[in-house]
């Protein structure tokens, strides 16, 4: 993640871009500490943070306390939860960042982030992202579905494995298989910090007929004026995410494909008609 290029810059740039003069910052996932120090270079007055793995968090304590910006910055090694709980910051801050998005969004524990952020967040609070905006597209790929369930090997059936496969979604280099589009880009859903998690179903609409292994997901995360992705084609850290259908849908052209997601991930699937 620190090598990619693409995202440093994103992030950098947005943050040199805030009025941070007097602000006060809270970060939920300090990882090194590079937000954390980004944020304090570039004018805030205080920046608290919090990292939840405790290796991490002496790593960053580290690399925090070997620069001039150490005295801006107070990481506390626990999570959001707890230091909203516990009303470890000082003040309500004026803007809170956090990067706590896995390929399919929700799975670094969207829900409870946001649910802190809600909970110490105003109505001028700056949240960074903004929106993350989730696409997805179905596609026909049995090299994704093999990566994660399987069917018979040497002439054996142990397709009993498949009790253990991964019901939500899993991450994949999508350039690397071969698959085929059976709809157009299609939103899934839009999420903010702020919100409730949409919980509506989307809708996919089949361009041609197939059979229907899952949905390829990704990303875009507003980040000011600045948009991260880790859309199809891209070559930033993120994969793309794959959700897995229970079994194969065959679909039709122009066949509408009604698609809603759980918490974790997990789609389930209605098809119209």
Not at 48 to 59: H, L
Not at 191 to 205: D, F, G, K
């Amino acid at each position: 993640m620190l090598n990619d290029e693409d995202r440093n810059r994103a992030i950098e740039h947005t943050i040199s871009r805030l009025e941070l003069q007097g602000k006060t910052v809270f970060e939920v996932g300090t990882g090194c500490g590079l937000v954390a120090l980004l944020f304090a270079k570039y004018g805030a007055n205080h920046v608290y943070t919090c990292e939840t793995n405790a290796r991490i968090a002496e790593i960053a304590s580290s690399v925090i306390g070997g620069t001039s910006l150490r005295d801006k910055i107070t990481l506390f090694q626990t999570s959001s939860t707890a230091v909203v709980q516990h009303g470890m910051l000082p003040v309500r801050p004026d803007i809170i960042f956090t990067e706590t998005l896995d390929c399919g969004v929700v799975g670094e524990g969207f829900d409870s982030v946001a649910n802190d952020i809600r909970k110490i967040s105003g109505s001028g609070t700056i949240v960074i992202p903004a929106t993350i905006q989730q696409f997805g597209m179905l596609v026909e790929a049995p090299a994704l579905a093999k990566l994660n369930r399987v069917d018979e090997a040497c002439g054996f059936d142990i397709s009993a494995l498949n009790t253990y496969s991964t019901r939500t979604y899993f991450p994949v280099r999508e350039r690397l298989h071969d698959y085929t589009p059976l709809s157009e880009a299609f939103l899934m859903h839009e999420y903010s910090y702020q919100e409730e998690r949409p919980i509506a179903p989307s809708i996919a609409v089949a361009y041609r007929s197939g059979a229907a292994d899952g949905v390829l997901s990704w990303f875009e995360a507003q980040f000011g004026n600045e948009t991260v992705t880790n859309s199809p084609g891209t070559h930033g850290h993120w994969h793309q995410a794959f959700h897995p259908f229970d079994e194969r849908i065959e679909v039709q052209a122009k066949q509408e494909v009604s698609l809603s997601m759980d918490a974790h991930g997990h789609l389930v699937v209605r098809i119209a008609g």
